[in-house]
């Protein structure tokens, strides 16, 4: 009997302006042993010049240039549709895998065929746990399950075992190629960012798969240094934008959740009550129409400012109130003080005044008591 031949794994590096960070990447990548056959992909995503070449000098198997940004959701399907491997793994280019990273995804999803997606277990720069996982709550927010834990706390706690999530994030994801296709892929109505790979496993989820974190592969992920440097507010706006589309897909499993976000058991109920719907299909055009895109970002700007500006109100409104309250109580403080003043002063006069008649009290008794005085009286009293 002969053994399974190994399987195929491709591992796609979204590239777009790191470049020290994307050669160790690539590097970490390929220093990966197992029972796999390796392929590695780098997908440089409209960056300058200086990422091009060193995605050269890393030498992948497959270098795919894209001139303009198609966002993460297109350049990750960019090195998708590119590749015929049984695996795909998405990786981030600010991410560095560990030794036996690779082997333990595949190794998790060979497990059992109904596994669609793995997770990796992500740490910080100071070793502290960034996701074992992560768990969508109420409204669409989502949580890192184990966010923040030492290694040694989480272990502890039962979190660092195999077990299923909501979903897992894309900067170190493996995917079983054929079930990502037959739901269709990544939509692109997130694109340029943010939720698609959240959206993409809620519907492998929907589709009777599963999705689990395994943290036996482990990659350390400087969260944000590939978008470093670009807009906070444009990316705020990416942000409420994709999740705005995400609730409106899945509102029948977010009003189901928790609210707290805990690292408590239980899965989002996709397949009860999602609804099987298909991603928006893609064509020969740029993923992103910016055109479009900046008008709804200046809309958005737009409203947030308004809003700012009626908190500005607010704020100033309640400043001026606090600011009377203030001078009626200095007020109020000053009658007070000046009340105190005269109560004390009468209190003294009250007190001199006791002691005034008790001295006239004294010297009439003493008067009265002189034995002339007693004399005079007692004569007087005879002559009458």
């Given at each position: 009997m002969t053994s399974a031949p190994p399987r195929s794994v491709s591992v796609v590096i979204l590239a777009w302006r790191l470049v020290e960070e994307l050669e160790r990447c690539v590097r970490a990548v390929?220093?990966?042993?197992?029972?796999?056959?390796?392929?590695?992909?780098?997908?440089?995503?409209?960056?300058?010049?200086?990422?091009?070449?060193?995605?050269?000098?890393?030498?992948?198997?497959?270098?795919?240039?894209?001139?303009?940004?198609?966002?993460?959701?297109?350049?990750?399907?960019?090195?998708?549709?590119?590749?015929?491997?049984?695996?795909?793994?998405?990786?981030?280019?600010?991410?560095?895998?560990?030794?036996?990273?690779?082997?333990?995804?595949?190794?998790?999803?060979?497990?059992?065929?109904?596994?669609?997606?793995?997770?990796?277990l992500l740490l910080n720069d100071d070793g502290t746990i960034q996701e074992a996982g992560c768990r969508v709550v109420a409204h669409g927010a989502t949580h890192p399950i184990a966010g923040g834990l030492t290694v040694e706390a989480?272990?502890?706690?039962?979190?660092?075992v195999t077990h299923d999530v909501d979903y897992g994030s894309g900067a170190a994801l493996l995917l079983r190629r054929s079930a990502v296709a037959a739901v269709g892929g990544f939509d692109k109505r997130y694109?340029?960012?943010?939720?698609?790979?959240?959206?993409?496993?809620?519907?492998?989820?929907?589709?009777?798969?599963?999705?689990?974190?395994?943290?036996?592969?482990?990659?350390?992920?400087?969260?944000?240094?590939?978008?470093?440097?670009?807009?906070?507010?444009?990316?705020?706006?990416?942000?409420?934008?994709?999740?705005?589309?995400?609730?409106?897909r899945w509102a029948e499993v977010l009003e189901r959740l928790p609210e707290a976000s805990a690292d408590a058991p239980g899965l989002a109920p996709v397949a009860e009550f999602g609804v099987a719907e298909r991603p928006a299909s893609r064509n020969d055009e740029p993923s992103v129409v910016f055109t479009g895109l900046e008008a709804e970002f200046e809309r958005w700007a737009f409203e947030r400012l308004a809003f700012a500006d009626d908190r500005q109100r607010h704020t100033q409104d309640t400043l001026d109130l606090a600011a009377r309250r203030q001078a009626l109580a200095e007020v109020t403080q000053a009658e007070l003080l000046r009340l105190r003043d005269e109560l004390a002063h009468l209190r003294a006069q009250h007190r001199e005044l006791g002691e005034t008649a008790n001295a006239l009290r004294r010297r009439v008794d003493q008067f009265e008591s002189n034995p002339v005085r007693r004399a005079a009286r007692k004569a007087l009293g005879r002559s009458n």
């Open positions: 390929r220093s990966q042993e197992g029972d796999f056959l390796l392929e590695v992909v780098v997908v440089v995503n409209g960056a300058p010049e200086a990422v091009q070449e060193a995605a050269r000098r890393s030498a992948p198997d497959r270098l795919l240039v894209s001139e303009t940004n198609l966002g993460y959701g297109g350049g990750c399907t960019l090195g998708i549709d590119a590749v015929d491997t049984d695996y795909v793994v998405l990786l981030n280019d600010d991410a560095v895998p560990e030794a036996g990273w690779l082997q333990a995804l595949v190794g998790a999803a060979e497990a059992d065929e109904t596994i669609a997606a793995v997770s990796s989480a272990r502890e706690a039962g979190l660092l694109e340029p960012a943010y939720y698609e790979d959240v959206d993409l496993q809620f519907r492998l989820h929907l589709a009777g798969h599963r999705v689990v974190v395994e943290p036996s592969a482990v990659a350390v992920h400087s969260s944000g240094l590939s978008t470093a440097g670009s807009s906070t507010y444009y990316r705020d706006f990416l942000s409420s934008r994709a999740l705005e589309l995400f609730q409106e």
